[in-house]
């Protein structure tokens, strides 16, 4: 377990945040420039730079060097989709136990932005197998992964998930797909017994078509909820939330896969109150 | 990375989970049991069972054998004071880019269930100290810790924090305590330049006398929000949220150690809309 | 336009609350008695009692007495049925433009809480007619609304309004039964042209099965939404929001009866964000 | 209590929205126009027509002419200072008892939304009398209530409250204005014994400065809330909440102006959860 050091190092992941408050996540490389809207930053003169320090671009433009963290990795995500969202992936991740040393499955790798959560929080000793019928997707979230220096923990696959999946025994999958309810029955071939389903849907209506797929393809305990993230205005004298929030970003359905027993409807955790 | 195997062995954790959704979480271990107000269940009875298999007390009452999520174990974590919640947790940790083989501290240990997800998420390479003041929190929480087998990973600190932490160099702390604006000076000596740094309070009055002194003491991109978790009634004829929900655990409050500039100010990341 | 008095008068509508946050509503007569678990309040003891004074019952326990608001009216009804809360009436009322001197129809009486709120707002210069075709709904709205001394604004009418409405030129129905969309050409026939409709329904499915009803039979300008409302701890030293919540009582949808025109889509008024 | 018309006649109120969503309250008059970014659109071309009907300006765009409710008239109020929403005055009238033939006092006048929704409350039989100290925002609330037609209920009164209100034995008193606990006095020397007190304040602090000064002022049953309301996107086989939504418009204090007894402490409501 090294200690963090002080500055930036050649390799190191970093964010530059602007007063315009845009921020760019970068890998420090000998040689290299950043190219920003307020000039140019040299990555010469950022490595050796204190963590939470001040930086200037070529026009004097003051830019703050700080450590990214994996919210910040997954939201700068290049993308073509739409994005998992922080309070989104904190809450899936947590409930569906993912850890360090654990091989998970994803279905619909999108950007990226899940498997970049996955593969960090996985660790080195773990591992990330991902799903995507798009190449286009597939090109962009290697780029992603690559640029963060997580290409060894993750397999890319390019293959119709409807044809199922080639893993056996996964402890946990993850799925973001428009229509979940065409490929329950390949992920519970998938999954170890007791294993761990999560997708996420924007609409009510594909949260209705997936419910009783899951029941009759043998998951239960199956809770469905959503996350609302307010901020507030960090201002001690007037301290009051901030005036507009993002109002929904999807559906959270779980699911464990199990063996299923004659009074099982009986066993549904009573839906949370 | 060992893959998970489909049957219940000793040593590991199990989650029990019965008709009237009442569950438990035990180790497993020949020669013990597990005492419900439905009956007894011999651990040797649960060993070598298929997770997600229906399993009976010596009464014939069924409960449903599964591996439990560290969103499960923070939950069940016993405890005396008022516990942490998942959604709260999850995007913690994600929004401190905490993961595998990193050292933390934790200033207010409690009964151990924030040290428990952070103990879970930095690995056996990771590292976790946890200060607190109060005698039988740190015994309840070190009793919690070793049940889930990872008293390894954390060092238990019986200190006033108001002293001054021991280490340096981290790059992130948590703290859950009723003052914390009594303690930042001693976090800014803590925490390595740039670190993260996050605490959870319950009321407004709080983030309020908070405030002034992060900036004062040299943190900045500070941010403000609550989470708010919404069930659903997981029924396909009848979607819709359920009736009741909690509605406020804690502010979370998140700020960076930086190294103040003149026009920090202007830095401020603006409030999340 | 006469002054309120400083105290309670026979014919008086009265709430009185006791220590145990128990309330009750009754309408003062002279001679009567109201009967709680703390004991006896004779309503000649009240009478004359200056409103917000705290009142004994003869058992010593006190009570305080209070005008009620319609809020409290709607909340103490009588019912058999799922009640509407005031936070969504309060939005209802004003987002259909209810006012004095109207004439407004209900469709699904009830235990009579909306009708109570209808009554209350359009004053003895307007009118509520009201349908139900459960016989034991509509002695029970009848006696709460009779309770409350509004009997004369309000028309009781048993009948299947599948069947139609007898009245036209209505300018705003309200509709609070299972199956809306069974109703809405009826509707249609019944409002002037313009008019508004609402109704309440408490699951996805129903919105989704009444919004292409709705546009099928000329309404548009339809808007859906759900309030919630979150109480705080009124604790100056500890300001805080409640721990709970009611998470959900139903969706509102409005629409207007419309002429329809060859591009009355592109009218459709943008989604509130 | 005529029946509404099925036509738009002079005098009336009439709103006409526009492909672009924009929409435009006026009182019609025979030989006035309605200039628009889109087209002038003449009187005497919507006196006469049917309402829900499409109507062109001399550029041939398209508007919808419709019958403005309540909610309506609040929000396109012409103004300088922060607007109350309907959501709010919605809960507001309805927890406050606010019907027809009542007189009503106001503190805080802004640019008349309140005041308008109370004198359309309160009707033809009631009152509004509404205090404001700046000069400009007497003149915009009075020309926004004469738009409206209902000059004759509202007196504006140009007077610094903090000398005390004119008027007493007052059922209901809303307040909207930055120092609320600095004339509480005030208000308790204006309401009725048992009367009804609200204030709306945007910020935590203005809360917790209120609630003290609330209690020591002989008020009671206080109650501190707020209201979010979410749309959804009105589509049928896609629904889902909208992506954005206002987050935070202000806290509601209710209290009622009580006759204090030695145990009133006791007598709190339960915080609602």
Redesign the interface.
Known sequence: ?P????TAQPGDLVQL?G?S?KHFIIQLQSGRELQTHRGILAHDNLIGK?????VLSHLGA?F?????????L?TTTRRTTQILY??D???????????????VVEAGTGSGAMTT?LA????????VTTYEIRDEMINLARKNITRLGMLDRVTFKHKDISEGFDET???ALFMDIPKPETCISQVKHTL?????FCCIV????Q???L??TLREEGF?????????????????????????????TG?L?FA????P?E??E????????
């Not at 200690?3 to 002080?6: L, R």
């Not at 464990?256 to 063996?259: A, E, G, K, L, T």
């Open positions: 377990m200690e963090p050091i002080e945040v007063l408050h204190r963590w939470g320090s001040q003051p703050y060097l700080l450590q990214p963290a994996l919210g910040d997954v922080p309070k992936i904190g809450f899936i991740l947590i409930s569906m136990g993912i850890g360090p040393g654990q091989h959560a960090h929080t996985v660790g080195n000793q773990g591992h025994n996964i402890i170890v017994s007791g294993g761990f924007p609409t009510s209506n949260v209705i078509q419910l009783p239960a305990f199956i809770e469905v909820c959503e996350l609302m993230l307010r901020y507030y205005k960090p201002v001690s004298q007037r301290f009051r939330p901030a005036d507009r929030m993002i109002a929904h559906f359905v464990r896969s199990i063996i027993s009074d099982i009986k066993f549904e955790l009573k839906n949370k109150e």
